[in-house]
């Protein structure tokens, strides 16, 4: 009885299944398969890293953000060119701001008004 996965691995797994003695049964997605199985695989790994903490699952978030890169048609650098932009921008997430509610200034609540 086959082990059913049907989700989107590693381009060596199929080597690695034959090395364990087994027959891997697999096809290669076409380009609107890929998008939608390379975004449940983004789900997919993040939930691993909420689960382990791992520098292992991380790096596998890390090369599925790269896939997705690819698939967008953007190189790694521009990713790591925005993700500074951003930072300089509006900073990044290192001091744990937690923004609990917004609450409108008098001056903005009486411009509404008619």
């Not at 049907?6 to 697999?26: F, W, Y």
Request: negative net charge; contains cysteine; proline residues 3%.
């Amino acid at each position: 009885m086959p082990r059913i996965y049907d989700k989107l691995v590693r381009d060596e797994i199929p080597t690695v299944v034959e090395a364990n003695g087994e027959r891997p049964i697999t096809h290669v997605a076409n380009d609107e398969e890929y998008d939608r199985r390379l975004l449940a695989k983004l789900e997919e790994e993040c939930a691993e890293y909420r689960e382990d903490r791992s520098l292992d699952e991380l790096a596998d978030v890390l090369e599925v953000v790269r896939a997705c890169c690819v698939q967008e048609g953007w190189s790694v650098e521009e990713l790591e060119e925005r993700r500074r932009e951003k930072a300089a921008e509006r900073g990044g997430f290192g001091a744990g701001v937690v923004l609990e509610a917004v609450v409108e200034s008098q001056s903005q609540s009486r411009s509404g008004e008619n």
